[in-house]
């Protein structure tokens, strides 16, 4: 297949373009940089099936050769970079997807939406199962990623009942792995890099609230089976242990056997009690679940993080 990526270059999209190249398909990979990293990449430049183009899938991009699958992945990802560009996460949700989709049309090729639990919001249901509307401020300062992710799932579904794209949407719940940065302002690499420097962990409230984290790994296989899968609707690809941020922060510290302590920073506002993905949908449509348990993932990226903080030739990456 012809495999065209957006935000290719970013943390969970590199790791696609990694996969379907092993796989022998050709991949196109659509980036801005915003970002994602070059360097996240830099490793399939030479192959002769891997394209790379620098463009702003908000603005319309023409590309001559048949595509067979488009990954619609470019979005800022995180709330330190969504929260710094609010009206570019806005344009890629809507416009970019416009795009992406159009795309899609014109070539007749099978679209994947990359979505988010953060449809979902702060969750009065418990854990999130696909029905489940959600419960988002819209006017809050999570409401630019929040809305624009849900907007792009209606432009999505739209298109597949107007148009007939054969779509499909992702709701994808916190993943973790190799090429996050350090700075994306997340938990798992801000408490890494953290213990690694010895300096205070810092968690927000109390560490009470919940999260679940699926390793890189099992993500990726998750959204390559919901590609191939006849469904339309959402689909929640994620881990469904749930742990506290207080026991992430304890864990990654004895992984690190740092002598870091915690800090704890009032709750940010609209940041959700609770998020846990109900997977009973891909298991039935997909055979899918996670097979890598957090400390295993834990220490395939502390050793990720140790050797990307301290070589002098490489710097935290990725999106």
Known sequence: MRVLISGGAGFIGSHLCERFVREGHHVVCVDNFITGSEANIAHLRSKPTFTLIQHDITKPIELPDPIDLILHFASPASPIDYLKLPIQTLKVGSLGTLNALGMAKAKKARFLLASTSEVYGDPQVHPQVETYWGHVNPIGPRGVYDEAKRFAEAMTMAYHRAHGVDTRIVRIFNCFGPRMRADDGRAIPAFITQALRGEPLTAFGDGSQTRSFCYIDDMVDGIVRLTKADHHDP??????????????????????????????????????????????????????????????????????????????????QGK
Not at 243 to 253: D, E, F, G, N, S
Not at 257 to 285: G, H, M, N, V, Y
């Open 235 to 316: 689909v929640n690809i994620g881990n469904p242990e749930e742990y506290t941020i207080l026991q992430l922060a304890q864990r990654i510290i004895e992984l690190t056997k740092s002598s870091s302590r915690i800090a704890f920073k009032p709750l940010p506002q609209d940041d959700p009690k609770q998020r846990c993905p109900d997977i009973t949908k891909a298991r039935q449509l997909v055979g899918w679940q996670p097979t890598v348990r957090l400390e295993e993932g834990l220490q395939q990226t502390i050793a990720w993080f140790v050797q990307t903080l301290y070589s002098s030739s490489a710097t935290p």
